[in-house]
């Protein structure tokens, strides 16, 4: 707590960090992909919760939940056996009844959880609306190495367009894992399968599963983020992965390959787990992309917004020099940019001067979560050969206050006159900036 203002900074600090994450998400489409376990277990009312907060903030959510725990309840309640034939169900005539009976009670259970309102909680004055309906068309799974599957489905359509016009008008749309021929049948299809298409169809932003345990490594460390090809070694190489998680990355592996930016792999077993992989730098589950969340590249005018909020802090206290929108929009291009997972985390600009073959290293800022990571250096360095490309000679930077850390990073101290024109009769003598330059 601040002394002074009463004000919980950490508070303050933490929305601070997160609102990047509101403006990148909002209106974007995630399709959340859950086993009936999570229902069954009573964990759908905290994850509610929380899914209130991700319709609140404007994004568009899709529900797929499973029903296995279910239905196996359904078959013992008639004294039946559950067939199993390579992890997939046998759907005869007693098991798809049971289907049916699952799918309808699950249904009522998650739109029944949507839509509490209770006093003190997040989701009081909540005024959710959720859809189901029927939006997979499904055919047989067939007969497989001579055993017939009989109602079990494969996804053959997803109703990409029924989806989102219900999404357009703030609706959340729920999705079972049963699909429907054109012939009126009735078919029990794998949750992971219909969250795969319906993720693909929708060109969702991400795909999340909710499963018992996130990727692990051998020696049972987090892996926070894989790309495809690393998630493919590992499902060849690694007996450390759970059952469910090692269904659902395979699945993460076949969205994000078919064009869906991002595939998440998030405990249901932590409460808020949901929330910390979404709006956390270090999250806390596992990311899955297609090579690498982390980009560097040159700035755009989309970018002003991001690059102001890395830099307005510093400008401040004193640390940049003032720029302003306008002045920001008028140079973006001199800027490079560092985004993670669609967020700009670090930023730099480039200022060259040709008749001195000397160019200037400025504003240079990285979020403060994600400060200790190497942001900076990659920037310099990045800059650094932007520059030597251009036919300079010497990259300069004008410092107050992080003097040590470039000269660490191997610039020198130079002076005044080290600078070029029109630079040097630029030079503000009130700000007294330290002058640094490093050889290219």
Known sequence: MNSDTGFDTRFVTWFRAVAPYFHAFRGKTFVIAFGGEVVADGKFSFLAHDINLLHAAGIRLVLVHGSRPQIEAQLRQRRAKARYKNGIRITNDVALECVKEAVGVLRVEIDALLSQGLPNSPMAGAAINTVSGNFITAQPYGVREGVDYQYTGAVRKVDVAAISGCLDVNNIVIVSNVGYSPTGEVFNCAMEDVAVATAKGLGAE????????PVMDQGMKLITELSVEQAINLLAASNTLTADTRLYLAHAVEAVTAGVSRAHLVSHQADGALLI??????GSGSL??????????KATIDDVGGILQLIEPLESDGTLVFRGREL?????????VIEHDNVIVACAALYP?????TAELAALAVRPEFRGAGYGERLVEALSTEARTRGMKKLIVLTTLTTHWFIERGFDLGGVSSLPEPKRSLYNWQRRSKVLVRNL
């Open 206 to 213: 991400k795909l999340i599963f909710l499963t018992d345990e």
């Open 277 to 282: 992989e979404l709006f956390t730098h270090d």
């Open 288 to 297: 899955l992309t297609k090579s690498g969340v982390e980009r560097l590249r």
């Open 328 to 336: 920001l929009e008028r140079e973006v291009d001199r800027f490079f």
């Open 353 to 357: 001067f040709p008749k001195g073959k």
